[in-house]
């Protein structure tokens, strides 16, 4: 279905509009993402937006085309309006061009797989949804499986979050579970549960890592709790040569990514 | 001096509230920082505030007396005033109990020793302010000697970037200049200039890394213009298992730096 749009105070943009707020977003089960870049990535990994909104003035592209047709030809609705009342959706000055309505992934800890990958993010209490979406962007490229959310964290379907993970929302799995949840699925399969830390631990560089590694973030102010750390197969620690004495979260979820690479492709 | 603001149109308050903007920074050449450790990190680097403003509601903290005392001993001004006038100023909704006014620092290329330090991160045209703060806070822990912004970056001495540096604004050395002064005062002495680069480029891991190391990270969305990368004594590469191109632009610097790092030191 093909529509234009023209009025602020349409439903369907009230509704689009809804879904920058969380619990809009949770009781629809849907999200926003935009841009062609990001939609195609999105339409390359299998997933089409059940809405496409499109602004009326915009340059013609193959890309944007093979779009459009996909989902007219999945039963999805395709809307044009003005570039304002893109911008009220997205809540950006100069949006997109384009922007997508999803329906939210099945993100309980029971549908991951942890051995299709030999990497997995793991994130307590992550409360930046840019942080949480440049870790879903570095698990991209690391090759990890996905970002298992632990607690209370930010919400990885935000416009935020999406917007930082350029696209790895998805092709990263998501999952969300509390702690004992988490560990109890952890502890019935095969994994190391690594986190950076100084309590006993040691250097980051050369540790022992064994797949399928399960890395380990804190809190982006108080870090993990002493139980998490406890509960760790291995900690590790980063050199800190100055006066901080930690990390941006999402920095050292890469550093740490990226040596637990290097040591599992030897 | 030591005095009570009670009134939002208080010239003084309007004053610190202009500084969250670049243009009433730059013509008063001081800037803002927020909360007590971030002002003992500062104190602690020789950086003490001309105004120091506090809550009238604060909890008693024997750093926040000292810093209080310094302030005053050293001619600064001291001012106690509502939590939400606070706020005002801060920009936040629950700010911290104390906030201070700095001069800003010199920020010429030729205020830069370069033998000071075996790492040196340097930016173009980095956008985000959050990156900008997350590059500082990473060159704290690598022991770099500081930040070098090329082109137009977002301004150092905002709120959102001395924040998200958590101090390291104080402990980092910050040099603004155009690409061809950089340059210039670059090949003027030794130094490696190293960026992440897909073109022509050597695998990251042990690659002939030398000290004093410039670290070049490019544009958030653009990355480096072919011409800088071509500049460069060393292009690397970083693994790139999945659908993405690239890093975030901190990230990349971080996981460089730490490589950097750990190759110096051995």
Known sequence: MRRQITGFSNPTVKFLRSLREKKHRKAAGKFLAEGLRLLTDARECGHLP????????????????????????????????????????????????????????????????????????VAQALRDPGNLGTMLRTGDAVGAGGLILIDDCADPFSVEAVRASMGAVFTQKV?????????????AGPGQ????????????????????????IGNESRGLPEEYELACDLRVTMPMKGRADSLNAAVAGAVLAYEVLDALDR
């Open 50 to 121: 059940e809405i496409l909104v499109m602004a009326e003035r915009r340059d013609p592209h193959p890309l944007l085309s093979a779009l459009e047709s996909d989902v007219v030809a999945a039963g999805g609705e395709v809307i044009e309006t003005s570039e304002d009342i893109l911008g009220k959706i997205t809540g950006k000055d100069n949006p997109q061009a384009v922007a997508g309505v999803f329906a939210e992934f099945d993100t309980r800890i029971e549908s991951i797989e942890r051995d299709s990958a030999k990497i997995w993010l």
């Open 193 to 216: 549960l690594v986190a950076a830390s100084l309590r006993d631990a040691v250097p980051y560089r050369g540790a022992p890592y064994a797949a399928p590694c399960f890395i380990l």
């Open 175 to 187: 999952a969300q579970a509390r702690w004992d949840e988490f560990i109890a699925w952890l502890r």
